[in-house]
């Protein structure tokens, strides 16, 4: 059995990538329990002063945890796929998925130039309470668009190779071969 090819430079890239999303999807929710559980024992007791900065934090990591999740999602397919289709043949199955991911391409572009508008328009302003730059709080609009059509291209291209006729690379890469530094692509 001839061996494996190498993975691309590409390949790597977006693996390691999804990996550090995943990573940091885990940091946000961990860091995301401080300010809530401040805002829940500030209501509940007097021991802690009532910290209203606490509110404005939370959201803020909330939405950036959504962000990343949803980066996530259309990495691993979970996010927007939906299946509805009895079984079909490898290209007919491959049509089905790149014309869902045109879809959400298109879906993509929009965060992309929508979300770099609304950065410029958040770029000199500050939130009320924390004082915090409020474009870090639309950063994650345009981000995600660039990161879905990173993923995307991915996937896309591996669709039109089934399409043709020609072995797409495999498609799910276990995270825990990505940490230990070995790529299966």
Known sequence: MPPEPAPSLWRRF?????ALLNHLVVASIAVLLVPVSLQIFSRHTALIPSYIWTEEMARFLFVWTI????????RES???EVDVMPELSPRLEAVARLTGRIGILVLACVFVFAGIKFV????WRISELAELPLWLIHL???LMGVT???FLGEQMLDDVLIILGRKAPP???DLSEIDAGTLNI
């Open 140 to 142: 994650p609009w345009p």
């Open 148 to 150: 879905w059509i990173i």
């Open 78 to 80: 979970t996010h927007f």
């Open 14 to 18: 977006t693996a390691a990538y999804a």
């Open 67 to 74: 962000s990343i999740g949803a980066m996530i999602g259309v």
């Open 171 to 173: 498609k799910k890469q």
């Open 120 to 123: 410029e328009f958040a770029w």
